[in-house]
């Protein structure tokens, strides 16, 4: 199980539990700083997935023998651990989905259905392209239109703008709670209160945020809340959309097909209550369970050594690269976590990439599906570096290090 993180500090404890971060790159121990793109795996989620496949694996929901009834009660399980672990009333209000992108497709399709022209909807430039492309659906198909809050010079978000949007017309809110690609943390409960207060509902993209934060969707006072497994240390294809039960049970079904129905006839057809009317087909069972063995590891670790652990490393990096000329840093938000964005003067951020994978680091170049953003940032692409709770100062070493390597074979 997970050791405390007492000790990370100065040992890197945590990272003996993901055996990915053991294999050298390019003959050096990797220093993995992509976690914002995926984060690797701990051996406890992948024993807990492995012994689904080996032990009972099964379909859920419709055997009555015994493999199916063990997996079932495994899968719900994850269900009520995901509740908990976001403080939702009830596992009732937690959807499974395939990731953050169809949690947030599912609530424009369903919700989008009782829109029509005029009707507004509020997003910011800090979006990731996820909760950017299903609103343009919108726009394209009903004649929604977009209103978009503004970042401030110092790149935190412009709470004056965004009250100024607010109005009668507004129908949704969708909004990250932290930039995947700066760190920007935005202030959410408030935008939630602001939003509620015209009669708009609130969708929060948590994929970055449920990772380095403490979520309380009761606190927040959101509609809505999507995230990723694979960010939060879980298995890709499966992700959760968070609905307060009164908001989902008032929405149509998103497919339609087995699992979601109650009865079907060739002249009427009735649905399950939420969550199950959104869940048709059959699930991604491990990756389920394998996101509820995540929880699990995480509760096992001192959440807020974890924050301070991260916090320090990215104070740290933001220290090393601002000490080195030609390097401009992007990621400046009073409130911030776990992420730097940065460029080299001259040099593209890919080739940037490139040598710090030769050097054994990992980190991520490009627009990092946020081209909104960097068009007011007035660049087409950055580096990234994002940290985790297996990373320790070594890794902002290396980083350091790549930065000065890349200098010297280009500048």
């Known amino acids: 199980m997970a050791r405390a993180l007492n000790a990370v500090k100065s040992s890197g404890d945590l990272k003996q539990d993901f055996p990915a971060l053991h294999r050298p790159v390019n003959g050096r121990a990797v220093a993995y700083l992509d976690s914002a793109a995926s984060a690797q795996k701990s051996q406890y989620v992948i024993d807990a997935m492995s012994r689904v496949m080996t032990e009972h694996y099964a379909n859920v929901h419709r055997g009555v023998y015994t493999f199916s009834s063990e997996t079932t009660i495994a899968f719900e399980n994850a269900r009520q651990k995901v509740a908990r672990f976001l403080n939702a009333k009830t596992d009732k209000e937690i959807v499974f989905t395939r990731n953050t992108t169809e949690?947030?497709?599912?609530?424009?399709?369903?919700?989008?259905?009782?829109?029509?022209a005029g009707d507004e909807i509020i997003l910011t430039e800090l979006e990731h392209h996820a909760n950017i492309v299903p609103w343009y659906f919108l726009k394209e198909q009903k004649g929604v239109v977009l209103k978009i809050v503004p970042l401030k010079l110092d790149r935190s978000l412009d709470m004056a703008a965004f009250e100024r949007l607010l109005g009668p017309k507004t129908k949704?809110?969708?909004?990250?709670?932290?930039?995947?690609?700066?760190?920007?943390?935005?202030?959410?409960?408030?935008?939630?209160?602001?939003?509620?207060?015209?009669?708009?509902?609130?969708?929060?993209?948590?994929?970055?945020?449920?990772?380095?934060?403490?979520?309380?969707?009761?606190?927040i006072g959101c509609d809505f809340y999507a995230f990723t497994g694979h960010k939060l240390y879980g298995p890709s294809g499966v992700g959760v959309l968070y609905g307060r039960y009164d908001v989902l049970n008032a929405l149509p079904p998103y497919q339609g097909g087995g699992e979601m129905i109650e009865q079907v006839t060739f002249d009427k057809i009735t649905f399950k209550e939420?969550?199950?009317?959104?869940?048709?087909?059959?699930?991604?069972?491990?990756?389920?369970?394998?996101?509820?063995?995540?929880?699990?590891?995480?509760n096992g670790i001192d959440k807020a050594a974890v924050r301070a652990h991260e916090q320090k490393l990215l104070q740290e990096a933001e220290?090393?690269?601002?000490?080195?000329?030609?390097?401009?840093?992007?990621?400046?938000?009073?409130?911030?976590?776990?992420?730097?964005?940065?460029?080299?003067?001259?040099?593209?951020?890919?080739?940037?990439?490139?040598?710090?994978?030769?050097?054994?680091?990992?980190?991520?170049?490009?627009?990092?599906?946020?081209?909104?953003?960097?068009?007011?940032?007035?660049?087409?692409?950055?580096?990234?570096?994002?940290?985790?709770?297996?990373?320790?100062?070594?890794?902002?070493?290396?980083?350091?290090?790549?930065?000065?390597?890349?200098?010297?074979?280009?500048?």
């Open 103 to 116: 949690a947030i497709n599912l609530v424009a399709a369903c919700l989008g259905q009782s829109l029509k």
């Open 319 to 411: 220290k090393r690269l601002a000490a080195i000329a030609g390097v401009t840093v992007y990621s400046t938000a009073p409130e911030r976590a776990a992420i730097l964005s940065f460029m080299i003067d001259k040099v593209h951020p890919h080739d940037v990439a490139t040598v710090f994978d030769q050097l054994g680091i990992a980190v991520r170049a490009g627009h990092h599906c946020a081209q909104p953003l960097m068009k007011a940032l007035g660049v087409a692409a950055t580096v990234r570096a994002s940290f985790a709770l297996y990373n320790t100062m070594d890794d902002v070493e290396r980083l350091a290090e790549g930065v000065h390597k890349v200098k010297k074979l280009f500048q």
């Open 274 to 298: 939420p969550p199950y009317r959104f869940e048709a087909g059959t699930p991604a069972i491990v990756e389920v369970i394998g996101l509820g063995a995540a929880i699990d590891y995480l």
């Open 172 to 219: 949704l809110v969708a909004v990250t709670q932290m930039s995947n690609a700066l760190g920007t943390v935005v202030p959410v409960a408030e935008i939630a209160a602001k939003a509620h207060a015209v009669g708009a509902k609130v969708l929060v993209d948590g994929s970055q945020a449920v990772v380095h934060l403490d979520v309380d969707v009761q606190g």
